[in-house]
């Protein structure tokens, strides 16, 4: 077997045979990888519209969904991830109490948008509200998705994860 040293050692294998995909992949080989990794500082103008970090935008390209968030934050959903998402939401039981107030949560407060040619989208007065977003932001890429956070609940809650974060026995439990 040769060794590619360039990818961090990760082994070549001949055209046809098949190889585990590396744990940093949520893709095939070939495919496009859609991965947010980051945070930003960004800011919404007056007319409440949101620049989106240059290097998400091409994801957001097909369309964008944005919602409220479970810790008074806004999600980002790029169409795709959006769509798989609503399908698993939508797939629990009516007769459960949470689930129906988080059908509510996400799909009552959803505004869907496509970026402009600067890569601006329009956040609606209801969610800057929910989110207390005025002026400055934080983007945060949480992977599939983005969390869109005013700074001071981005900087609290950031000191609660990342103390919980070193909680190897919580994590030992949930088998990471």
Not at 51 to 60: D, G, N, S, Y
Not at 117 to 130: A, F, H, N
Request: proline content about 6%.
């Amino acid at each position: 077997m040769v060794y590619n040293t360039a990818l961090g050692g990760e082994k070549w294998v001949k055209v046809g045979e098949s190889r585990p995909i590396s744990p940093l992949r949520s893709k095939q080989v070939g495919q496009k990888e859609r991965m947010f990794l980051g945070e930003f500082s960004h800011t919404i103008d007056d007319k409440g519209r949101l620049t989106l970090p240059a290097k998400f935008r091409a994801e957001f390209a097909g369309g964008i969904v944005v919602t409220r968030g479970i810790d008074r934050c806004l999600f980002a959903f790029p169409l795709p991830e959006w769509q798989n998402l609503a399908q698993r939401v939508s797939n629990l039981p009516l007769t459960e109490p949470q689930a129906r107030e988080f059908r509510r949560l996400l799909f009552a407060g959803a505004s869907d948008d496509i970026p402009d040619k600067q890569g601006r989208v329009l956040i609606p007065q209801y969610l800057r509200e929910y989110a207390n977003l005025d002026g400055e932001v934080i983007v945060a890429g949480l992977n599939t998705h983005m969390e869109i956070w005013s700074p001071g609940a981005w900087n609290e809650a950031r000191q609660g994860f990342e103390s919980g974060a070193l909680d190897a026995e919580h994590w030992a439990k949930l088998g990471i």
